[in-house]
């Protein structure tokens, strides 16, 4: 039976909790190995991703690469010391993108 996996990249500190839920963790302070380790992941059947924003904030190119394929979902998630705000702007972009408007965080103050 073919079963896709999970992984989480980012700072040791941010990701060692996702290991006691089965996901795959891949420490690592380093936009460029985050970035190699991703495209490894890819090759290796993993069908989400997560990435501190720490590391994605510059990371564009490598989520770039994976924006339009079902196959991996690339997921900014904050580490330990907080949010960048990366991750929902990346989900206010989708949704704009889906549907033409910006509901999420329109005019209304939310």
């Not at 891949?26 to 936009?31: G, L, R, V």
């Not at 501190?52 to 991996?72: G, H, N, R």
């Amino acid at each position: 039976m073919f079963m896709y996996k999970i992984g989480v990249i980012g700072d040791k500190d941010s990701i060692l909790g996702f290991k006691a839920l089965g996901i795959s963790v891949f420490p690592t302070a380093d936009y460029r190995e985050a970035h190699k380790t991703v495209l490894k992941l890819a090759k290796d059947n993993y069908a989400v991703i997560f990435v501190t924003e720490q590391l994605a904030k510059d990371m564009d190119e490598t989520f770039d690469t994976f924006k339009d394929q079902l196959t991996p979902a690339l997921i900014m998630i904050p580490n330990n010391r907080g949010t960048l705000g990366l991750g929902i702007q990346g989900v206010k972009q989708s949704v704009e993108k889906a549907i033409g408007a910006d509901i999420l965080f329109g005019k209304e103050g939310r």
